[in-house]
C-alpha cells in the first residue's frame, strides 16, 4: 500500500516537473520570435534610414512585436503567480450592469472593427450585485469575448447571456454566463488541450491573429479558483460556446 501510495506521489511530481519544463521551452521559443523580429527591424531600420517609408513600416513591426512581448510577458506571470497560489481574490461589492457596462465599453472598438454584431442579455437576474473579485471576473468576461471576436470573421455575431439560476444555498447565488460566438469553431481534437497553457490550435487562420496560448489557461484558472467551471461546444466552421458557471456570495443590499 505504502510502496503505491510512493509510485504515485513519484509519477505526479514527474509529470509536473515535465509539465514546467514543456513550459519553460515553449515560453522561451515564445519570447525569442518576438525579440528577434525587433532586432532585426532594427537593424533594417538603421539601414534605411534615407527611406521614411521604409523606415515606418520597420517601426510598425517593431511596436507590434513589441506589444505581443508584453502581452506575453504579463500573461506569463500573471499565470504562475495563479498557478502558484500566490494570488487572492480581492472581496468587493460587484455590480454586474457597472461591469458589464465597462466590458462592453472595452469591446465595442474591437467589435465595430470588424462589423460585427455584439447582443447581450440578462434573463431571471434577481440580484444585481454580487461579492467577489471584480478585476478577475472582469479578466475572465474579456478574455471570453476577445477570443469570440479574434475568431469571429468580419460581420459574425457575438452574444453574451447571463442567467441567475435557482441557488440552493442561503446567500449564495449561482450564475451562468455563455458567450456565443458564429466564428471558426474549435476542432474536438482541440478541444481537449485549449485550456493547456501555450496550446494554440492548427490552423493557419489561426496563426495570423495575434495571441499566446495563454488567456484560456489563465481563465480556467480564475473560475477554477472562484469554485466554477467552464465548458465548450464548437463545431468547426460553425461557431464556439463557452459557459461558464459560477457560485458567487450575494450581496447583502438588494
Ligand atoms: P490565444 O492567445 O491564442 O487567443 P487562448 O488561450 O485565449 O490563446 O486560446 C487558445 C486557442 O483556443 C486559440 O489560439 C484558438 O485556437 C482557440 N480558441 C479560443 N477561443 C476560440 C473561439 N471563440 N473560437 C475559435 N477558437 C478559439
Known amino acids: 500500500k505504502a510502496k503505491q501510495a510512493l509510485q504515485e506521489a513519484y509519477e505526479t511530481a514527474r509529470r509536473a516537473n515535465l509539465a514546467k519544463s514543456d513550459f519553460l521551452s515553449r515560453m522561451s521559443h515564445d519570447i525569442r520570435t518576438p525579440m528577434h523580429a525587433v532586432i532585426g527591424m532594427t537593424t533594417i531600420a538603421e539601414n534605411s534610414l534615407s527611406d521614411p517609408e521604409k523606415l515606418r513600416d520597420c517601426l510598425d513591426k517593431i511596436r507590434i512585436s513589441s506589444n505581443h512581448l508584453l502581452q506575453l510577458i504579463n500573461e506569463v506571470l500573471d499565470m504562475s503567480k495563479i498557478e502558484s497560489g500566490k494570488i487572492d481574490l480581492t472581496c468587493e461589492t460587484v455590480s454586474f450592469p457597472e461591469l458589464l457596462q465597462d466590458v462592453m465599453d472595452m469591446c465595442r472598438p474591437l467589435i465595430a472593427e470588424k462589423h460585427q454584431e455584439f447582443m447581450i442579455s440578462a434573463a431571471q437576474v434577481k440580484h444585481e450585485k454580487v461579492v467577489s473579485d471584480r478585476g478577475r471576473l472582469q479578466q475572465i468576461f474579456m478574455n471570453l469575448l476577445s ?43 482541440f478541444k481537449a488541450h485549449i485550456f493547456e497553457p501555450f496550446s494554440r490550435a492548427e490552423d493557419s487562420r489561426i496563426s ?35 459557459v461558464v458557471s459560477l457560485p458567487l456570495d450575494l450581496c447583502e443590499e438588494e
Open 147 to 189: 477570443n469570440a471576436i479574434k475568431y469571429t470573421p468580419e460581420g459574425g455575431t457575438i452574444s453574451l447571456r447571463i442567467r441567475e439560476m435557482a441557488s440552493v444555498v442561503e446567500g449564495r447565488g449561482q450564475y451562468e454566463f455563455v458567450i456565443t460566438d458564429n466564428g471558426i469553431g474549435i476542432s474536438e481534437e
Open 208 to 242: 495570423k491573429i495575434q495571441g499566446t496560448g495563454l488567456g484560456m489557461a489563465i481563465t480556467d484558472n480564475i473560475v477554477r479558483m472562484m469554485n466554477g467551471t467552464i465548458e465548450v461546444e464548437s463545431t468547426l466552421g460553425e461557431g464556439s460556446q463557452f
